[in-house]
Each structure stands twice: as C-alpha cells, then as structure tokens.
C-alpha cells in the first residue's frame, strides 16, 4: 500500500484547526439546544471521528446511534443511489434527531436520509457536517452547522478515506492525484 506522504498535496486542515472549530461548533450546539436532549445520529463510517470529538464538547444529555448507507458508485463518482445498509437501533419519534457526517458533497446521502428520517417524526431534524463542498452540490440539503467550507478537492484524513485507509490521520488533507497510485 502507497504511504500517504507520497501523495500528500496538503494539509487542508491541521488538527489544531479541527479541534478548535469543532469546540466551536459543540458550544454552539450547546447554547442551540440548552434546556433540551438531543440524538446525535453518526452515518457511517466517515462521520465517526467527528461524533467522538463533537459529542465531548455538547453539554446537554444526549444519546447517539449509527446508520450506514452505500452512496458512491465506481471511481469515486456520486450515483444518485443512496441504500441504507445499517438502519438505526432506537426510535426517533419526538426526538430532537441531528445528522453527524463527515462531508456534504453531492448531497444525495444526506438528502436520502432526511427524506427516511422524516417518515419516522422527530421532534426536530438537524444536519450537522464537518466539511462542505458546495461546488460539488447536485441536490440542495439544508446545513445547519457546518465546520469547514472547502474547495473541490480531494480529501482524506480525519474519518475520510483513500481506499479505506488513513480514515485516522488527525487532519484534513489533499490527495495530489498524479502522485497517486491506486493498486500502490
Ligand atoms: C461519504 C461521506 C458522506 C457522503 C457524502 O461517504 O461520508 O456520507 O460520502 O457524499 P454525497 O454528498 O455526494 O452523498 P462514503 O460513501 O464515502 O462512505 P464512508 O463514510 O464509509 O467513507
């Protein structure tokens, strides 16, 4: 397997960056939801480390629980196809329900399982992304925290992948694409 630093473009977000905002983001949501609990629902498997860190800095009581669903087809191309693979283990009726993920991009992920989640009547229904790529947007998803706003690039690291790997990295950062080698 290609070690990353081969291909390394950049570091987009270093983790001090991270950390910082994500507290940032943990108050906010605190101060949101003062007086209130709140379901925190991770999708797999990319918005985990986000959810571990996040979760640390939110002062209300809250519970959390897990969706996996299958979004990207081939060569990293969105397909409009979203399938719930893993469902959640608790009901969410008349509860305040926030979507923790890892990045907006095309929006199909989130957006097919607002339409899922919505069937099943929370209280309220929040998302909550660390990354957004908003050049990339095909379908339009409300984002109600957003961590980082980023260009049209390649990522990994932090939850993100390079063919499953490195989703450990303690930062954000770019994959300079002619350095790549994916069978490497
Ligand atoms: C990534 C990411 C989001 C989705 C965003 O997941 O975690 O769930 O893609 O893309 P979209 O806005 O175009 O739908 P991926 O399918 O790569 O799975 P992973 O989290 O297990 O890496």
């Known amino acids: 397997m290609q070690d990353y630093r081969e291909y390394l473009d950049e570091i987009l977000v270093s983790s001090d960056q991270l950390q910082t905002r994500i507290k940032e983001m943990g108050d906010q ?14 999708i797999l498997r990319g918005g985990v480390l ?3 860190d996040l979760m640390r800095h939110i002062t209300v009581p809250l519970t959390i ?11 990293r191309q969105s397909t409009g196809q979203v ?11 008349n509860l305040n329900v926030m979507l923790v993920e890892d990045i907006v991009d ?6 097919a399982v607002l339409d899922v989640l919505r069937t099943r009547h929370p209280r309220s229904l929040r998302v909550c992304t660390l990354l957004d790529k908003p050049e990339r947007r095909e379908v339009d998803v409300p984002i109600d925290y957003r961590g ?5 690039k390649f990522v990994f690291g932090y939850g993100l992948d390079m063919d499953e790997y490195y989703r ?4 954000i950062a770019t994959v300079d694409l002619k350095r790549y080698r ?3």
């Open 29 to 42: 949501i605190s101060r949101d939801y003062a007086g209130q609990t709140l379901h925190l629902i991770c």
């Open 106 to 111: 095309s929006g199909y992920t989130i957006s």
């Open 148 to 152: 980082f706003s980023i260009a049209n």
């Open 50 to 52: 986000f959810l571990t």
């Open 65 to 75: 629980d897990f969706m996996a669903v299958s979004s990207y087809g081939v060569n």
């Open 83 to 93: 399938r719930i693979t893993l469902d959640l283990e608790r009901q969410i009726q």
């Open 168 to 171: 450990n990295l303690p930062f």
């Open 182 to 184: 994916p069978d490497g």
